[in-house]
């Protein structure tokens, strides 16, 4: 009978244990607003507080970039690279692939030019 008590004590003290622990990510921010009025899922991605400067000049100098600043702006210039590199080789297969069904049809072209012809009471009948 002890025992028995033992083990009910032991596997009791260890739900109370788990029922402590979280198991799942909660969302503080209401994203179907945030979806409704068009802004982004972060509030920290874009907007003024991240884009422009934390401070400027009263005599108009331009002021220094932020560290983030320089990463996001390196960042988005490498994603435009990519982008105008993928879109060059997307216009060079295209072209590629014109030039070579050009190609497949002048070749094509060519061998039915170059078929035997009708000769002697047959080439008379064709005309």
């Given amino acids: 009978m002890l025992q028995i008590s033992k ?8 739900i109370a244990a ?3 622990v979280g198991l799942t990510a909660v969302r503080c921010i209401d994203q179907s ?3 409704a009025k068009g802004l982004p899922e972060n509030p920290n991605a874009f907007g003024p507080l991240t ?3 934390d401070y400027t000049y009263l005599d108009g100098r331009t002021t220094p970039l932020g560290s983030n600043q320089k990463k996001r702006l390196m960042k988005q210039q490498e994603i435009a690279a990519k982008i105008v590199e993928l879109s060059s080789e997307l216009d ?4 590629r ?4 069904k050009m190609q497949a049809q002048a070749e094509k072209q060519r061998i039915l030019q170059n078929k035997l012809k009708p000769k002697g009471h047959l080439l008379l009948k064709k005309k």
């Fill in 51 to 53: 884009n422009m400067p």
């Fill in 33 to 35: 607003w945030r979806a």
């Fill in 92 to 95: 060079f297969a295209k072209q």
């Fill in 97 to 100: 692939h014109e030039r070579l």
């Fill in 7 to 14: 083990l009910c004590l032991t596997t009791s003290s260890l």
């Fill in 18 to 20: 788990q029922r402590h």
